[in-house]
């Protein structure tokens, strides 16, 4: 994995400006710490940092090609899992190749294919490209958003990146949060609406989609979409084309010339992807594989099972290490690292995230590539097999079911604020979300609006636990990959009635059947439990006695935008295990006061400045 930037400006001669695009490329040294370079022409300035993962010298960026007397340049960040198919295809065409790394197919999969080639990869990805026979810059999203790439237009100058930090690092851009970005942290935060950067200008490249920049300006377009089609298969064709196409996407994922390892929680879907790694690295004659999993000091004395969170992990952890035969480590946060890590976690994704939740897997990863530089994560199944409460819990269909308290989010807001109309902001998002979706023939309503809630998952919630874990992960300078987010399975299951998907009443009925035979009973049995998260009253005290010193000091930067009274009472009334969840099934009132810290961090390290009206 690596970080890119770009600037381009077509009027303007920017050779002479390298500085910037070296300062600009310095602050994603953590997404890749083993290289960097620039390319340099009059109107196109490229950078890149790389975290070498496969073929060291022969993947090296900014990746030029000549041909036809022309120049293509590539910069990229990402790996395709299809390489070996796209190199056959390119030989036969009669291409030749320097290295064997996925850089190179890719450029010259743009050569040969030009925009056409997206339709070609399986991976994840985000990349420019300086087509010198057309004066142009392509750029390209992979379907589902796993790699993240940001973008500015200002005047003349179209400024993109991995990371936001990389763009405010240019002189032209400048930090501010308007009633829009606003909305998105109190109204939506910790998620983002699809494309939203937060900050005045800044976008981001939607998943599955691709730009043209040239002379004649910005073409955007997106290149895949689920489509609805009837399911023809029966139940017996389902499950083994759901248990072939999970195998494989993991097989795929397992090519590394660095050390790889997986996480694993004891639940379906990282012992899924743990069992068939550990089995194709057994039948390769490899090392037994590494697997890791996270916990907190004193977790197991405050737990108590609730809707979200029925049971521990440590049990079925240690089911899976015996089953699979697996060098394991477990690895403890306190909870005064988890807290002070709460910064790190936030100039990891310059924007206040998920608490907690963010800065404990900032933590675990920085453990993991101590060990390993790839690994393989169970993100994404909940999202298309059904795996949360909100699909089958019978609720407001006409909002995000991860959202809540939304009256109580309004109240946060200084009363200098009461323009932002946060709920009503949130529902013109979520029309718009469905507005998108393919259209729904069927007259079934029951299975129209679950198609509804797979797909706002797919678009909101996923995209949000996918930011998060390329942030956390490459902030260590680590790549996480995740198989579930394999298009060719999200595109399958898209299709399967809910009453396959829910298969015998459970949710991840499906691929519970799927995996039958690959997992021990208890495990694939198991009721779905999330990422864990601290059950420690110590957090609580300690996100309490850091939020009254906030409201205490006032230069605070975020008392110029919240209820000061207000969270004053949050404050006075939050409970470790009390008050009402603020996100998703792990943020309640620790995390939403941590949420808010993050707020006051963000603003004050990004010395963001708001332009709302009031």
Request: glycine share 8%.
């Amino acid at each position: 994995m690596c970080g890119i930037i770009g600037w381009v400006n077509y009027k303007e001669n920017i050779k002479g400006k390298k500085y910037m695009i070296e300062k600009m490329t310095e602050t994603l040294k953590r997404r890749g710490p083993d290289a960097g370079g620039i390319y340099e022409k009059e109107n196109v300035l490229f950078g890149h940092r790389r975290l070498v993962v496969v073929d060291p010298e022969g993947g090296k960026q900014p990746m030029i090609k000549r041909i036809g007397g022309h120049e293509y340049t590539l910069i990229y960040n990402g790996e395709l899992y299809n390489t070996e198919d796209l190199r056959k295809i390119l030989l036969d065409k009669g291409y030749s190749f320097e290295g064997y790394s996925d850089t190179e197919v890719l450029l010259v999969s743009y050569i040969e294919f030009k925009e056409a080639c997206v339709h070609y990869l399986n991976g994840i990805y985000a990349f420019a490209i300086f087509d010198g026979y057309n004066n142009q810059i392509f750029m390209a999203r992979d379907r589902l958003g796993v790699k993240p790439l940001f973008y500015t237009l200002k005047q003349n100058n179209f400024i993109f990146a991995s990371e936001i930090k990389a763009i405010l690092a240019h002189d032209m851009i400048e930090p501010i949060v308007g009633e829009t970005g606003l909305c998105e942290i109190f109204g939506l935060g910790p998620s983002r609406s699809p494309g939203c950067g937060i900050f005045e200008n800044i976008n981001e490249v939607l998943p599955g989609e691709y730009m043209i920049y040239n002379k004649s300006g910005l073409y955007k377009k997106i290149y895949w979409e689920v489509e609805n089609k009837e399911h023809t298969d029966d139940l017996d064709t389902t499950v083994s084309k759901v248990r072939d196409l999970v195998v494989d996407a993991i097989e795929r994922q397992l090519i590394s010339d660095m050390p790889i390892c997986t996480f694993l929680s004891g639940g379906l879907d990282s012992s899924a992807i743990s069992t068939v790694a550990s089995n194709y690295i057994k039948e390769k004659g490899l090392e037994k594989l590494k697997t890791f999993s996270i916990d907190y000091a004193d977790n197991s004395k405050f737990f108590k099972p609730n809707l979200y969170q029925p049971n521990s992990d440590s049990d079925y952890i240690d089911i899976m290490v015996n089953d699979i035969g697996s060098e394991h480590s477990k690895i403890i946060i306190s909870q005064d690292e988890l807290f002070e890590a709460l910064k790190e976690a936030v100039l990891a994704g310059d924007l206040p995230g998920m608490a907690d939740i963010d800065s404990s897997l900032l933590l675990f990863c920085k453990e993991i590539r101590k060990e390993a530089v790839v690994s393989l994560s169970g993100e994404c199944a909940d999202e298309i097999f059904g795996g949360y409460p909100w699909f089958t819990n019978e609720g407001n269909s006409e909002i995000f079911p991860w959202l809540k308290s939304l009256e109580e989010r309004e109240r946060m807001l200084s009363p200098n604020l009461k323009n932002l109309k946060l709920t009503e902001y949130v529902r013109v998002r979520y029309e718009e979300t469905i507005g998108r979706m393919p259209k729904i023939t069927k007259k079934d309503g029951k299975e129209a609006e679950k198609k509804k809630l797979f797909y706002i998952n797919r678009l909101w919630f996923m995209q949000t636990l996918l930011n998060r874990k390329d942030r956390m992960s490459m902030y260590n300078s680590l790549e996480v990959r995740v198989p579930f987010a394999d298009h060719r399975i999200v595109e399958y299951l898209w299709n399967i009635p809910w009453e396959m998907k829910y298969l015998h009443g459970q949710e991840k009925g499906l691929l519970r059947e799927a995996m039958k035979g690959l997992l021990p009973e208890v495990v694939r049995m198991r009721k779905k439990s999330p990422y864990p998260k601290t059950h420690n009253p110590l957090y609580t005290n300690i996100v309490k006695v850091w939020m009254k010193q906030i409201l205490d000091d006032v230069n605070s930067p975020i008392l110029e935008i919240v209820n000061k009274e207000k969270i004053r009472n949050m404050v006075d009334n939050v409970s470790m295990n009390g008050g009402k969840t603020f996100f998703g099934q792990l943020m309640t009132g620790p995390q939403t006061l941590a949420y808010l810290i993050q707020v006051n961090m963000w603003m004050k390290e990004y010395g963001v400045r708001v332009e709302a009206c009031e």
